[in-house]
């Protein structure tokens, strides 16, 4: 069982940034790859951006790339999403999602992937 909770939402304006950060708990943090995904009220939950079990590889959303970060510290089982110049469509919950991986170059890109979920944060852009 993994238990993960999201921190850092908030509102910003357009232009403005914002980090992310996921907490989990246990000892095998190192064995899952993780995910941020995020959810506008009425719509499926969206792949945002995935990091492997090593940290070294990376996937985002065409809509975030080249703005947004995800990157881990396994020693202090964290996963982090740095947004830079947010735009109002960004606007949504943001989750925080782990799954156990054997490769540790691997990672998912699909929401049914994933095993665990954290409660979500709240990120709001104004324009």
């Known amino acids: 069982q993994v238990q993960l909770v999201e921190s850092g939402g908030g509102l910003v304006q357009a232009g403005g940034s914002l980090r992310l950060s996921c907490a989990a708990s246990g000892r095998t943090f190192s064995t899952y790859g993780m995910g941020w995904l995020r959810q506008v009220s009425g719509h499926e939950r969206e792949f945002v951006a995935a990091?492997?079990?090593?940290?070294?590889?990376?996937s985002y959303a065409d809509a975030v790339k080249g703005r947004f970060t995800i990157s881990r510290d396994n020693a202090k089982n964290t996963v982090y999403l740095q947004m830079n110049n947010l735009k109002p469509e960004d606007t949504a919950v943001y989750y925080c999602a782990s799954r156990y991986l054997y490769s540790r170059f691997s990672y998912s890109t699909a929401a049914n992937e994933y095993d665990y979920w954290g409660q979500g944060t709240q990120v709001t852009v104004s324009s």
């Open positions: 990091v492997s079990r090593s940290g070294d590889r990376t």
